[in-house]
Nanobody, 115 residues
Framework: QVQLVESGGGLVQAGGSLRLACAAS????????MAWYRQAPGKQRELVAD???????NYADSVKGRFTISRDNAKNTVYLQMNSLKPEDTAVYYC?????????WGQGTQVTVSS
């Protein structure tokens, strides 16, 4: 079965950096696009970035130039490098896979940015 396990969240000061990782299993990772979403308290879950199987990427306007999504097909892992973090980046970050019209989510990892 599909499993997505996020790691790398934590508490960081504004201007700092974090690197999130999502270890995937249960499917042929290299064939599928992957995405990172986030959800702040009282807000809807929003797309942060996605990466296709080809390696092409897409970013939310709010994170362009600060975040970088990447993938390592040999390790079945997708990453989110987050630089120049702002307090408004505080949220639970989720890894996402859409496969056969089904949405799969990890358990999420908390990112807290203090001002």
């Amino acid at each position: 079965q599909v499993q997505l396990v996020e790691s790398g969240g934590g508490l960081v000061q504004a201007g700092g950096s974090l690197r999130l990782a999502c270890a995937a299993s249960g499917f042929i990772f290299s064939l599928y696009g992957m995405a990172w979403y986030r959800q702040a308290p009282g807000k809807q879950r929003e797309l942060v970035a996605d990466i296709r199987s080809s390696g092409s990427t897409n970013y939310a306007d709010s994170v362009k130039g600060r975040f970088t999504i990447s993938r390592d097909n040999a390790k079945n892992t997708v990453y989110l490098q987050m630089n120049s973090l702002k307090p408004e980046d505080t949220a639970v970050y989720y890894c996402n896979l859409v496969r056969n019209r089904n949405n799969y989510w990890g358990q999420g990892t908390q990112v807290t940015v203090s001002s």
